[in-house]
């Protein structure tokens, strides 16, 4: 069997999502995701300019030959760009790999490590009040894990919450600006958990994400005032950088730490995990290299008792979700996994089997991914420019956004 075509689809279902789609001479096809949020053009230049040409003609079953051959022999390694071109051929090669076997892809990776796969949903709200139905809704929907992120008194807009039923950060052609506030927003995060625990007592697992915005010294005061409410994580404290300043966040709270859905290789995550700085890693099949090299890095994390929590937010098509449950369910070392729900357009782009039941995602049983690309459905929403904000200090000080 040989790879005949490889086609690169941009659609915009509500967001933008790129995907890859290839073909084989048998007539079995594979699809990956290759979203990258803001940047989708780039990738899809990549994979079109660079990539597509040399798959034609390749042996679809040699999937580690083929991620070995286009990393190494890219000689500029890793990055955003590269790596997520890089996963949208792994999945497919995965997705072809498991129609000609007759199985679903979790089968072929070592078959279930568990029943189904724990997620959670994203509460958000302008206000503690709101939060509060926000949170209530998931619970009664069954959810056993829920992350919660309010407006800050005092802020126009605040990352993470939203102001139509749909969350999407990239909100324009160009950046918009946002104003922020770190000593306003450590005074008032305490208050928040404190209602949702009084709220919904200790059984309901709670998440926070910081969204890389304060120093290590500030992660270390906010993790600690969180303590008394127990928080599964607190996700992405600190920029990744400087990964040394983890070591001081873990010296003053024992709030477990979560990060990694910036991160594209094994590289990025060998010192958080390898000195145990982190409880948690949250990198993607879609931007840290596919199916293959996602499981090296979940395999390097298990040594140490590290976990995964990979990011699934709405940026990921449904093609990176179905990729992402059939490695979570497999793994030994699985913690939650982020689900925002597609839009109903988004899922008649990409038809799935995956389904939520009992407070777990489950896979699909299909052979392969169970999940696939309507290119006619596609061509109906036409790519439309997007990019994510840029946020600033209420100085004017360009911060982390």
């Not at 209530?136 to 800050?152: C, N, P």
């Not at 600690?224 to 001081?248: C, H, I, K, M, N």
């Not at 990025?268 to 099949?285: S, W």
């Not at 357009?345 to 696939?372: M, Q």
Request: a negative charge; glycine letters at 8%.
């Amino acid at each position: 069997m040989r790879i005949t075509d490889a086609r690169v689809v941009v659609t915009s279902p509500g967001r933008n999502f790129v995907t890859l789609k290839l073909v084989t001479d048998g007539g079995v096809t594979g699809v990956g995701d290759a979203t990258l949020n803001g940047r989708e053009l780039a990738v899809a230049a990549y994979l079109t300019e660079h990539v597509v040409p040399v798959l034609i003609g390749r042996d679809p079953a040699r999937i580690e030959d083929t991620w070995q051959y286009l990393y190494k022999g890219a000689y500029w390694r890793r990055g955003p760009v590269t790596m997520t071109a890089i996963a949208a051929v792994d999945t497919a090669l995965w997705d072809i790999k498991g129609k000609v076997a007759g199985l679903p892809v979790y089968q072929l990776l070592g078959g279930r490590s568990r029943e189904g796969v724990t997620v959670y949903g994203h509460a958000n709200a302008e206000t503690v009040d709101d939060v509060l139905v926000e949170v209530s809704g998931y619970v009664e929907r069954g959810y056993r894990a829920v992350r919660v992120q309010t407006g800050v008194p005092g802020l126009p807009g605040t990352y993470g919450v939203s102001t139509s039923e749909v969350y999407e950060p990239a909100d324009a052609a160009l950046p918009t600006e946002t104003a922020w506030s770190t000593e306003a927003y450590l005074a008032h995060v305490p208050s928040v958990f404190a209602r949702v625990r009084e709220e919904f007592g200790p059984g309901l697992r709670l998440l926070h994400d910081v969204h890389h915005r304060l120093t290590p010294i500030e992660a270390a005061r906010l993790g600690r005032s969180l303590e008394p409410y127990s928080l599964t994580w607190l996700e992405d404290p600190v920029p990744a950088e400087l990964q040394e300043g983890f070591r001081l966040i873990r010296r003053h709270t024992t709030t477990p730490l979560a990060v990694g859905e910036v991160f594209n290789s094994i590289h990025d995550c060998r010192q958080l995990v390898t000195e145990q700085l982190v409880d948690y890693i949250r990198t993607t099949v879609v931007h840290a290299g596919g199916i293959t090299h996602l499981r090296r890095i979940f395999d390097l994390a298990a040594l140490y008792h590290v976990r995964s929590g990979s990011h699934g937010a709405t940026d990921l098509s449904p093609v990176c979700m179905a990729a992402a449950l059939h490695v979570d369910i497999s793994i030994p070392n699985f913690g939650l996994q982020e689900y925002m729900r597609h839009t109903p357009e988004t899922d008649a782009v990409f038809p799935h089997t995956y389904h939520f039941a009992d407070g777990y995602l489950h896979p699909s049983e299909e052979p392969g991914l169970g999940v696939d690309l309507d290119e006619e459905a596609a061509a109906r929403f036409p790519y439309r420019p997007a990019q994510l904000p840029v946020n600033r200090l209420l100085d004017g000080t360009v911060h982390s956004w």
